[in-house]
């Protein structure tokens, strides 16, 4: 096996980014992945995605005994052997489920804010906007810390939304599909971080080698994640959504020309060539 010369993490975001936005799939980074797990690469699910789909996810692409972070960054995932030197929660926030919807309830009754959230559909209307099956539906109903939202208000209305969840101590995210609330703590960005942490904390200890860290999404609910990497990989998405990150610190940015899976494998491969040559040979 070829021997890195850092302990890399991945931190990934999912629809749009390792799945294809449409079918869930991800035939064209399956190479890659394949080639990342036999160097046991780690690779950290970043998503909007319930704990629960999460579990599913890493059964189908082998990710199991891996950590994730759900929800935006509500919940942080650790497998028992990735708990080492853990002595509180990496999930700190307590806002639970039915204390966020009653107080969207409260809004949309207030101010008439035109939307519609998950706790307002059944499975079959989940899976009816999402493309998801009634099983997967299931799975992305089981929420327990943020909102996904259908918007279909104008601009100005969701301005004044955003300001009177603020208000509330909630924040407003935006995802490929839905808008995400969820409390004002509460972020991809926030959770990666303290999982570096953690992580940073335990290599330091054991290893000769330091951590490097790469990120990838497609969403403005990506870019407090992707932020805090050390390689960030902007991938294509609907023009309507292109997202953006200014250079920092020095670290390198990749925008890939191809979307989806693709342009996951497309970032992957980029750069790991340049500094990991022949790990995906």
């Avoid at 309830?105 to 207030?110: G, T, Y």
């Avoid at 996951?264 to 040979?281: C, H, K, N, P, V």
Wanted: net charge negative.
């Amino acid at each position: 096996m070829l021997e890195l010369t850092k302990n890399w993490v991945i931190f990934t975001d999912l629809d749009g980014s390792l799945l294809d936005h449409g079918t869930y799939q991800w035939d064209d980074a399956q190479r890659c992945l394949n080639r990342l797990l036999f160097h046991q690469v780690p690779i950290v699910m970043t998503t909007s995605k319930t704990s629960a789909e999460i579990t599913s996810l890493q059964q189908d692409l082998g990710l199991w005994e891996m950590p994730a972070i759900a929800e935006n960054g509500a919940h942080i995932l650790l497998p028992t052997s990735w708990q080492i030197g853990l002595h509180s929660s990496l999930s700190p926030i307590s806002l639970t489920y039915p204390d966020l919807c009653q107080q969207l309830n409260v809004l949309r009754e207030q101010y008439g804010f035109p939307f519609y959230g998950f706790s307002d559909m059944d499975d079959a209307a989940v899976a009816a906007v999402t493309g998801l099956t009634l099983q997967q539906a299931t799975l992305a109903r089981q929420r327990t810390a943020s909102e996904p939202l259908l918007w279909q208000g104008d601009a100005a209305s969701l301005e004044m939304f955003r300001k009177c969840l603020a208000q509330k101590k909630l924040s407003l995210t935006e995802g490929g599909r839905f808008f995400h609330v969820m409390h004002k703590d509460v972020s991809k960005g926030a959770a990666v971080n303290r999982l570096i942490q953690h992580i940073k904390s335990n290599i330091e200890s054991m290893s000769r080698r330091s951590l490097a860290t790469i990120g990838l999404g497609d969403g403005p609910n990506d870019v407090s994640f992707l932020k805090s990497m050390d390689y960030a990989v902007i991938i294509k998405g609907p023009s309507s959504k292109k997202v953006t990150l200014s250079p920092f610190g020095g670290k390198e940015i990749y925008y890939t020309q191809a979307a989806g899976p693709a342009g996951w494998s497309e970032g992957i491969t980029y750069f790991f060539g340049r500094y990991e040559t022949g790990l995906l040979d």
